[in-house]
């Protein structure tokens, strides 16, 4: 009796040792391996960040591709693109939104049922990372400003297209949501650009049927003149019904963003960057004063122009400003995981009354610490209403919401396998020990070793596109041909930061300005 107890006692120790090495193994994921890189960018230091995507991927240098594509590597060279669009490296960006977009599959979330979406729960089950709708939707959106800063409207409307395939998807699936109205404005703009006013004005109509936009007014009159086309939402930002003369309503005021001063004030730092420049590296300054940010901007006043007869000479400022939620291990009890999890709970839930851990371990949403939330825009020291066009980390929350109930049910799915395989040992430990007067204590000892190994291996699958920003907004304006001083202002719980560009536009051309913080 003694020796058997002697053996149970080393064999429990032999079996937690096993359980701990391997839990130590198994406790990095996604997000704990990339946490140094959003370190990083919630410094400034955006060189730093894509030194920490360089070493996963384990290239030297940001415009540089694996040779050998693992299964996280598509999802980190998209991460790392999203850095470089930052750092204003466009063409390095572009090099790889293309790269991760050929690599990313679509995660079917209208037909995938819990058992696929819970090959997404754990990270030794799951395959090559699947974007989520709105991540794929966003990919081809952000790759469109990489050539419009660039004045490439050919690569721009490749891009443009991607994204109206991807729109059309979540349109039809989830028509009551918000589905990347910055990228169809962006579309708009590009085809506006080719001379295609038809077309530019659908995917005007398209943007407006997600949010109103006070900049569109004058663009979708200048288009209204040379095309036909006449969504509902068009109509509303036209002056006069045709055919009738009777007046439209004008369209909603545009909620335009608290006001910073224009002046640099003590402690500032102002940024003057060129158009290949990085972000320099930047301590915010404290928030300002409530009374200041809440006070309304100046009347902009408009350049002395006349009417011109062709496109307009104009500069379009997308301002892109914190990061999306993203995923970490979150850990709640059985009982309650079993109410979220509803129907898409498959096996015997009372198995899990005999477990020896009472908790479920699934990837959950958390937000990021965003420092800047809005932004202002002036050229050559006139403000410019801009647009909040997106707000993409409200739309990746909705979307998680309506798969997580799959998602945690295929996690007690789990759970009860696991439990069966325990209790399984447990029966085979006490049926081998019954004579011996320890047979209870064996079975403990096997079930606790087949059920800890288990607990120890999982590990939530917390991968997503943790880069991507939070919010796009858009401003424009019709300016004489010539250079132009565009200043950026984006403010928040940190503060704010101001960025400079030089521009030079010709007469009826065009500039994109891209400002992106992505903190």
Known sequence: MRRLLHSVARRLVVASAVTLGVGSLACATYSDKTESARSALQRGDYPGSVKQFNQILKVRDGEDLPSEWKKNFALVVLERAMVLQAMREYSASATGFIAADKELELLDIARDGAGKLGKYVYSDSAPKYKTSPVEKLSLNAMNMINYLVRGDLSGAKVEAKRFTVMRTYLRDYKPDQEHGAFGSYLAGFVHERLGNADEALRYYDEALQERDFGSLSEPIARLAARGSYRGDRIRDYLPTDEGTGAAKAEPPPVQKPDAPQAEAEPGEAPSSEGAGDAPPLQTPEPAPPTAELGSPLATASPWTMVAPKGPPTEILVVAKTGRVPYKVPERIPIGAAIGLAGAYVTGDTTLLEYGMFKVVVYPELVAANNLFVDAELRIDGKVVSMDEASNLG???????????????????????VRAAAAEGARAGGNAASKDSGA?????FLAAAAIEGTMVALDKPDTRSWSTLPEKVHIGRAVVPAGAHSVEVTVFGPGGKERHTVEVEVQEGGFAVVDVTTLR
């Open 394 to 416: 409200r739309e990746i929350v909705a979307e998680y919401e309506e798969i997580k109930p799959k998602i945690i049910g295929a996690a007690l799915s789990r759970m009860i």
């Open 439 to 443: 047979a209870g204590l064996v079975g």
